[in-house]
């Protein structure tokens, strides 16, 4: 079973920065890639950003040149630098991690709980 934690979001005013942190663990052999999500009230969930297990990063269009998605691949753990925030970048921030649990070549998608990010004056 494979846990996902994020944490690190809140209230910032409009042109400010935020750090997320997202720490998988349990029964990791190893992680594939992990991602952002956002889902904003009655919008569907979007895809933020996402690092392979090779370094690869790909960004949604709305946040590329602002955000950086990175990871600790000892710690197991990816954080997203959030700056210049817009209140459009208001919403639930979840991470989700594609792991290999042994040296099987499936895969399991896990999700952590969500952290609100407002941006707000």
């Known amino acids: 079973q494979v846990h996902v934690v994020e944490s690190g979001g809140g209230l910032v005013q409009p042109g400010g920065s935020l750090r997320l942190s997202c720490a998988a663990s349990?029964?990791?052999?190893?992680?594939?890639?992990m991602a952002w999500y956002r889902q904003a009230p009655g919008k569907e969930r979007e895809l933020v950003a996402i690092?392979?297990?090779?370094?690869?990063?790909n960004y949604g269009d709305s946040v590329k040149g602002r955000f950086t998605i990175s990871r600790d691949n000892a710690k197991n753990t990816a954080y997203l630098q959030m700056n210049s925030l817009k209140p459009e970048d208001t919403a639930v921030y979840y991470c989700?991690?594609?792991?290999?649990?042994?040296?099987?070549?499936?895969?399991?998608?896990?999700w952590g709980q969500g952290t609100q990010v407002t941006v707000s004056s």
């Open positions: 690092i392979f297990s090779g370094g690869t990063t």
């Open positions: 989700n991690t594609v792991v290999q649990t042994t040296a099987r070549p499936t895969t399991t998608s896990n």
């Open positions: 349990g029964s990791i052999f190893r992680i594939n890639a």
